[in-house]
Structures are given as C-alpha cells and as structure tokens.
C-alpha cells in the first residue's frame, strides 16, 4: 500500500512487494525490501532497508542501512550509521556514526 507515500522517481529509489508506507512518506535515493512497513510522516534518503522490518512514525533515516527483521520506534532520528539483523532501537533514539543513542520518552 503506497498511499499517501511521495517516493523519488528521479532518484532511483524501489518499493519491493508487500511493503507498507504511511501517510506523508517520504522516499529519495532508497531501497525498501520485502514486508516492510513504514509509518506515517517518515523521510528515508539514500537509505537500505532490508526485509521484514517495521519503522515507526515521524522518524529520520539518511545514509542509513537497516538489516533484516529490524524494529524502529517512533521518532527516531538516524543518520549515517547501520543496524545489525533483528535488533531494535526504542522511542525516540538518535544515531549518527558516532554511535547510538537511545533516550527513555
């Protein structure tokens, strides 16, 4: 479902099968696997994002790798850096390449 969604033509970006994108999604220069649901409000530039991941709402993602069976919560703010298969980041957690920070909202 890619209602409501606004992804890149220009830039290359691919939405694989079964992906769910949320109200005023935004997509540059990414690829989105397989069973993957982004939430509402979330902005993805030049961002990988492998299968079976769930990103919560008003997130961030820029130069940014998302393994397989990854959990982000909401407004999270994550910038050059990757996750590692199947972990989570909670509420609120910002990351840049010099490494993660999760906050307690």
Do not use: H, W, Y
Not at 76 to 96: F, H, I, V, W
């Amino acid at each position: 479902c890619l209602e409501g969604a606004s992804i890149d033509t220009k830039s290359n970006s691919i939405v694989l099968k079964n992906a769910t994108l949320g109200e005023k999604v935004q997509i540059k220069s990414s690829t989105i696997g397989k069973n993957v649901t982004v939430g509402n409000r979330c902005r993805l530039n030049n961002v990988i994002v492998m299968d079976d991941v769930k990103i919560g709402e008003n997130c961030v993602l820029q130069n940014f790798v998302v393994s397989r069976g990854c959990t982000i919560g909401d407004n999270c703010n994550l910038k050059d850096s990757q996750m590692e298969p199947k972990s989570t980041l909670k509420k609120g957690t910002k990351a840049t390449k010099e490494g993660i920070v999760e906050r307690d909202i």
